[in-house]
């Protein structure tokens, strides 16, 4: 009930926003109530997530298509994904509220905000494939007015069409995957269709739809080549909403379909999943290592994240369809533990993009430098965004790689020589990821954040509202505490697990509480409670030795560096310096990477000039190639347009001639 | 109660002999190039000269150049804790394993290498996006070695790692050979040491850790020294405990058998200090752009290492 109210209340707003007008405080009450309406629906999810495993009651409305009602429903997993979705959307509204000022156009964002919130929660609680979709595109139709709302800038204006295409590919995937689920009756409820059985084309073809649906939606490689254009170009609260939370919904729309509604998706799906998983995790990364835009940095490093999750949920797959139940929950809850994680530190670091923007008016790294010092509270919650991201621990982004790699290890039991060899591979393309990441954010931070300021604007950089410091310091403190109450977490996932995988997911019980051990208590453990506590003991006792010893006297002076006195601010490290090792080594190949350096004539004063040359070949093979295809297939159909009446009839009388066999044909059998 | 003292025996143990071990190697080195060289008890005086010494810190630097040295210092104390080194019977033991022993040494980097970015000089950035190169191909490497250890053993924490080593439970396997050659080439590669980077040498082209750390003065600098010997000596722990693990005291074993671990732990380390001595004067660093082959083949050692259990299960 508390549910429905906080939705209508969303689609209200919406219209006050379109009222709004030019009035500033008119904007903040709406994003003052996205903020209440969220949170609202933050602590139905929490109550819902607290009691025992079940499903919840089914709400029929007689609304949507006339033979069909509406049906909606609270399950554990909507009931995780509405706590997941709400909190970031939570914190991006209270960040709104001062962050709306800072706007280009605030009215082109203002009214699609609720909508867009409005959509995400409503595709979690639909209870049948109507509702799943309408809401599916209403989250999608919102979130690419919001792309839009700085329509004047040309790129945002391609990211937007980009965006388009990809969004209307993914739910004609979706739609004909319901279809088939459905079958021939039409069974469009969620249990009717869990009902309904499948045969292996059918099964195969709903899985790959569900891939190409749910996967482009979340950016999963080759399909994620619009999500870096399009979560950058929209202001930064909703950039932090799509990437944070918007791919987590695309996520549930994959574990819905394939864990539940489908539900014995063969193992070889798995070991395509990981794949998948990993080339998408690597690939992601390195892209990131690469951008100089610190919001297509962040956007590319979603990519790598879902490449992550997605490794989990191959993994959980895999264990499922060989009977391993056990595995297979300790996989899915590695998964769901790193879809929270991520939608908390994304939608952090994103907030802080944007309040870097705001505060400098700058995007590229290569234009800030020392905002640590000009902006304290936002530069701390970044680097706890940042520390969590690289999974480090003792922060929530290592409890869930831990977990993740945990299950991989367990990975060669499985049955199949396949993924014997297969999975130390996909084990080594995750470490990887991982550790690129770290080197990912090491430059993030590092170039944006410390040093000295590169431009006159990072110099400048002014402090920012209330609303927007606080909303990144509860995220960041969020960050800390899932990362110090990891068998918390992995406790309210386990109620989540337990009706998809067949078994609940519990703990070794011989260590006891504080003690995450998946498998048995000698199979290897973490404790971030532990961990922390000693931690900080050792950094105690650290300081008091080191003061007690020694002296405590600090001298400020100019920079040693070795000696060189010149105070050039350009001398420091750029972002593309940064990367360079990191280029050469692995990207060379894989981007065609090409530097090109060019010396002026000796004597002349002109400044030697370094290009680097990036290919996505993604982009230009598959993308570009799809286009050109589509260009040539449109010019031949064009001339169509110009036929006469005689030849229009002549085919419209074969087609009514080649419907009639097929009828006819399918009649016989 | 054994187990709470044998772990802080440990915790005190590896800071009080992380330095003895860097002298030991630095005394080697010298006396083969035909030095007489220090003490290898001088790195405890430069500790004591450098603490006297006040910190000196650049204008544009920043609080996390301040934190750096503590926080990377106390990471790799926290690494250094949960390695076992004389005894198995750790109170700690259980808090971490050998994946989250990767990830504590990658807190201290990270940490080292924000340092190195914060006064805004080129060495410190240079250094910083050297060591992250290198971190972005050990880190791999030594979490595949995990995976294998995890598959011939069952577990990746260190201690039960021991414990099953010790229990006879390991054979002579291409696997375990495979995955000590990629130990010891991350353990190069992290270290700093020849011919990954040169930890003697300052303004070199090729420097790596030095260069991040090239701002640090007074207390500042000792820590950072000091985690570098911390790390040295938690990975001959770690090489010298899975890879030969005989005379360390099992969970039960009396005070004869604590001394016995002791000592047999201080053989090892002198053992492996002197042999990092040796090879680190017969080889010659390598290029900067010649790391990925090197490091790029420990990770593929690593991946060789985990397959390998699978081919020799088959034949």
Known sequence: ?669 | MTAILGQIAQIFLVVALAPLITGWVRLVKSRLNGRIGASPFQPYRDFYRLLQKEAVVAHSASWVFRAAPYVTFAAVWLAACIIPTFTTNMVLAPAADLIALVALLGVARFWTALAGMDVGTSFGGLGASREMMIASLAEPAMLMVSFSLSLITGTTSPAQIIAFVLGGGVGIEVSLGLALAALIMVAIAENGRIPIDNPATHLELTMVHEAMVLEYSGRHLALMEGAGMVRLTLFMALISGIFAPWGMAQPGAGALGVALGLGAFLAKCFILATALGFFETVIAKMRVFRYADFLGGALLLGLLATIFIYVSEAV
């Open chain 1, 1 to 669: 009930m508390l549910i429905a109210s906080a939705l209508s209340a969303l689609l209200a707003l919406a219209v006050f926003g379109v009222l709004a007008g030019g009035e500033m405080w008119r904007h903040r009450v709406v994003y003052l109530g996205c903020a209440i309406a969220s949170l609202v629906l933050l602590a139905g999810g929490l109550k819902h997530l607290g009691q025992t495993p079940g499903t919840g009651p089914a709400i029929v409305l007689p609304i949507g298509l006339p033979w069909m009602a509406a049906h909606f429903r609270l399950d554990n997993l909507s009931a995780l994904f509405m706590v997941i979705v709400n909190l970031g959307t939570t914190a991006a509204s209270v960040f709104g509220i001062g962050y709306c000022d800072h706007v280009p156009e605030p009215r082109r964002v203002t009214p699609f905000f609720p909508l867009f919130l409005f959509g995400m929660n409503a595709v979690l609680i639909s209870d049948d494939a109507f509702m799943f979709l309408v809401s599916w595109e209403f989250m999608s139709l919102a979130s690419w007015l919001l792309v839009l709302s700085d329509h004047r800038n040309e790129e945002s204006r391609s990211a937007a069409f980009v965006y388009l295409m990809m969004a209307t590919f993914g739910t004609f995937c979706l739609l004909t995957c319901f279809g088939l689920m459905a079958g021939a009756e039409g069974g469009y409820s969620f249990p009717a269709m869990r009902l309904h059985g499948m045969d292996g084309l059918t099964s195969f073809l709903v899985v790959l739809l569900a891939l190409l649906g749910a996967g482009s939606k979340a950016g999963l490689v080759p399909l994620h080549a619009w999500l870096p254009l399009a979560h950058p170009a929209a202001p930064s609260h909703v950039s932090a909403l799509m990437s944070g939370v918007m791919t987590k919904v695309a996520l549930y729309g994959l574990i819905r379909i394939l864990f539940d509604l489908h539900g014995h998706v063969a193992w070889g799906w798995g070991a395509v999943l990981m794949g998948i998983g990993g080339v998408t995790a690597v690939l992601g990364v390195l892209y990131a290592i690469l951008q100089d835009d610190l919001k297509k940095l962040l956007a590319y490093s979603t990519v790598e994240n879902i490449g992550v999750v997605v490794i989990g949920l191959g993994l959980a797959i895999a264990f499922k369809d060989s009977g391993e139940k056990a595995l297979a929950a300790l996989a899915l809850v590695a998964g769901l533990y790193h879809i929270i994680n991520h939608s908390i530190f994304k939608t952090l670091l994103f907030l802080s993009a944007g309040a870097v923007i705001t505060a400098t008016g700058e995007r590229s790294l290569n234009k800030l430098g020392g905002l640590l010092n000009r902006m304290p509270w936002t530069g701390a919650a970044t680097l706890v965004g940042a520390l969590a991201i690289s999974a480090l621990p003792p922060l929530n982004g290592f409890v869930s790689e831990w977990l993740i790699f945990q299950s991989l290890f367990k990975g060669p039991s499985l049955p199949h020589w396949a993924m014997k060899f297969g999975v130390p591979v996909v084990g080594a393309m995750l470490a990887l990821a991982a550790a690129l990441a770290a080197s990912c954010f090491v430059r993030a931070y590092g170039i944006a954040f410390l040093g000295r300021p590169r431009s006159q604007a990072a110099a400048e950089a002014h402090t920012l509202p209330f609303s927007m410091r606080w909303s990144m310091a509860v995220l960041a403190a969020l960050c800390i505490i899932l990362g110090a109450v990891p068998v918390t977490v992995t406790d309210a996932v386990s109620h989540v697990v337990q009706p998809l995988t067949g078994v609940s997911f519990a703990v070794s019980a011989d260590l006891g509480w504080p003690w995450l051990s998946p498998v048995s208590s000698t199979r290897g453990s973490y404790s971030g409670t532990v961990l922390v506590m000693t931690g900080l003991s050792l950094f105690v006792i650290c300081i008091v030795l080191v003061h007690g010893f020694g002296t405590t006297r600090v001298r400020r002076a100019d920079a040693w560096d070795c000696g060189h006195r010149e105070n050039i601010v350009n001398a420091q490290y750029s972002g593309e310096s940064f990367a360079q090792p990191l280029r050469r080594v692995f990207c060379s190949s894989l981007f065609g990477v090409k530097e090109t350096v060019t010396m002026p004539d000796p004597g002349d004063m002109a400044p030697a000039k370094l290009e680097v040359r990036v290919i996505d070949r993604i982009w230009v093979f598959l993308y570009l190639g799809i286009g050109r295809v589509v260009g040539f297939v449109a010019d031949r159909v064009n001339r169509m347009q110009f036929l006469t009446v005689r030849r229009y009839l002549l085919m419209m009388f074969a087609t009514l001639v080649f419907m009639l066999l097929v009828v006819a044909v399918r009649q016989q059998k």
